[in-house]
T-cell receptor, first 115, second 113 residues
Framework: AQTVTQSQPEMSVQEAETVTLSCTYD???????LFWYKQPPSRQMILVIR??????QNATENRFSVNFQKAAKSFSLKISDSQLGDAAMYFC????????????FGAGTRLTVKP | DGGITQSPKYLFRKEGQNVTLSCEQN?????MYWYRQDPGQGLRLIYY???????QKGDIAEGYSVSREKKESFPLTVTSAQKNPTAFYLC????????????FGPGTRLTVL
């Protein structure tokens, strides 16, 4: 089964600065989907950004962008101009289009934003 | 989120009791999943269902049971055989064209007293 690793249990960033959250994954598949989810204190899972593995261009959503390195199996999230509302748990996830279509999650990174 | 509901939001159970968590969706999604979240850990897959009247075990199915009698509903029963059931439970649906849509419910916090 695929595994997802987030090596940073906690990160902090100063408001308005930029922070990068790391994610690596293990798979033998060539086609798949990658996601970053945000989980605020309400615990609702909010989709931040998604990337299809067949696309070479890195996905971008406003202040959020990814650095997708397929050969290295790396999928980091960059948050620019950090805001207080960005403070949350962030989960990296992998989904295979084959078999179960279920999602595999990393252990999460808790992001703190300092005013 | 996106037409998926979970109830109740908070649930308390005495040891030895079975409890059922509800997950309902009006998205016409074929696939539904149950995940468990513990502090300091990511989400772990309990059960999933790709179509009505069919479901499969995930990574941590022991002590849980599910049913999928209709497309809109995928209830999860936490049985007394589950040794450490206190956790946050999340339901996920997947569907749409190419199964590109997926939404999480708001979750249920289960506490064993």
């Amino acid at each position: 089964a695929q595994t997802v690793t987030q090596s940073q249990p906690e990160m902090s960033v100063q408001e308005a600065e930029t922070v990068t959250l790391s994610c690596t994954y293990d798979t033998s598949e060539s086609d798949y989907y990658l996601f970053w989810y945000k989980q605020p204190p309400s615990r609702q899972m909010i989709l931040v950004i998604r990337q299809e593995a067949y696309k070479q261009q890195n996905a971008t959503e406003n202040r959020f962008s990814v650095n997708f390195q397929k050969a290295a199996k790396s999928f980091s999230l960059k948050i620019s101009d950090s805001q207080l509302g960005d403070a949350a748990m962030y989960f990296c996830a992998y989904r295979s289009p084959y078999n179960n279509n279920d999602m595999r999650f990393g252990a999460g990174t808790r992001l703190t934003v300092k005013p | 989120d996106g037409g998926i509901t979970q109830s109740p939001k908070y649930l308390f159970r005495k040891e030895g009791q079975n409890v059922t968590l509800s997950c309902e969706q009006n998205l016409n999604h074929d696939a539904m999943y149950w995940y468990r979240q513990d502090p300091g850990q990511g989400l772990r897959l309990i059960y999933y269902s790709q179509i009505v009247n069919d479901f499969q075990k995930g990574d941590i199915a022991e002590g849980y049971s599910v049913s999928r009698e209709k497309k809109e509903s995928f209830p999860l029963t936490v049985t007394s055989a589950q040794k450490n059931p206190t956790a946050f439970y999340l339901c996920l649906t997947s569907g749409g064209l190419g199964r590109n849509e997926q939404f999480f419910g708001p979750g249920t916090r289960l506490t064993v007293l």
